[in-house]
């Protein structure tokens, strides 16, 4: 198969830009259907985290079996069947709402994020390898901006249809019989069900879409951004790239900073004592967060700063506002955790800038691993959770887990992304 770096990449990158738009509602969802999940299956707040454990860990157990199949099917097909495994795993939710069984929605969340991880295995390095090497965060950045755009549509549509009047119908399963109750929580699951068959058909016309357009492939050898280290380049394994291996633990800790505002806000206000009528409008607001951060990225990189600057801006940023969401109480607790979200948005495109540089050959399998890190926006909001859970005398006790991860994306923006071989540090002035 012919592949060659398009001349122009403003039709391609609008295809993908559609694609992100979908990641975006689909991901983002999870901050509304946490509550939602709690309130009519009746869950601890470590429970309903699984919604974002179910999602994330299909990265990790896909994205290896997801860069081999696209060594087979090329970047188009690939995403063309991603689309077609999500719609599988959103219509999952039908017989998941009418039986009231967590277990099928976490089935269902878990396929539709294997979906995902093949789309996304095809897509972010389609994004970096499409364009100059220095403006990839830039990219990356107009992609964010189509993908927590749709972030913020999924919180104003679906949290206006799952968590409407949601603190009276709590009161009325409190003060409702076993029976009453029982009917209650039936009536209220099936809110799902609309929506989703809405979705399932979308992801399968998009399918039809990306099949029918003229998406180039493109030549992830063709890379001719500066070599990560001189001379001959004799790896010939992904794991002898240090900066790309860092960059994986990198990501890694960013899902947690990433998604922990988005999927854990909720819970964490209505555990601050927040009514749940108020606190389903945060996730959204971290979401806005986000969205600047993406056109501030899509200004700011490469022209006023460079990605490993951004990311040590945004890890000192996170430091500082984690340590005041911790300090503090009630709403300014919560807005503290909410303004994290603006640096959050420059984590995902700076890291994987400086990771997947270079790599050439190795470029789909190093995608498949820096995908594998995304659980972490599964593991984390768990260990969030069980704080909250363990210490509902000071929740503010879940913010502390965030700490650690940005003091490490503060030595990959210093020194880590550097590591051009495990016993060999690129100056400064050669790296993206």
Known sequence: MEMTRPKTYIYPLVIIAILFFVFGFITWVNGILIPYFQICLELSTFQSLFVAFASYIAYFFMAIPSAWIL???????????????????????LPAAYSRTYLVFLGGLFVTGTGLALLQTAANPYVAIIGPAESTAQRIGFMGIANKTAGILSQRILGAIFLLNADSIVESISAATNVERAAILDEYILKVVNPYLVITLILLALAVLVWLSKLPEIDEHADQSVSADSGTDDRTSVFQYPYLVLGVLALFMSAACEVIPIDGIIVYSRALGIPLNEARHFAEYALYAMLVGYVSST?????????????????????????????????????????????????????????????????????????????????FPLIFGTLIDYNPGWPQTSVLVLIPCYLFLFYYAVWGYRLGRWKTVIPAETTV
Do not use: D, E
């Open 71 to 93: 060594q087979h099917t090329g970047y188009k097909k690939g995403m063309v069947i991603g689309l077609v495994v999500m719609a599988i795993g959103t219509f999952m939710f």
């Open 299 to 379: 200004i700011l990189i490469p022209r006023w700063l460079s990605q490993q600057a951004a990311l040590m801006y945004c890890a000192i940023g996170g430091i500082v506002m984690v340590t005041a969401s911790y300090f503090t109480s009630g709403l300014i607790s919560v807005y503290c955790l909410i303004c994290t979200g603006f640096g959050s948005a420059l984590l995902w495109g700076t890291i994987w800038g400086l990771a997947i540089r270079n790599l050439k050959r190795f470029t789909k399998i190093g995608s498949a691993l820096l995908l594998m890190s995304v659980i972490g926006g599964g593991i």
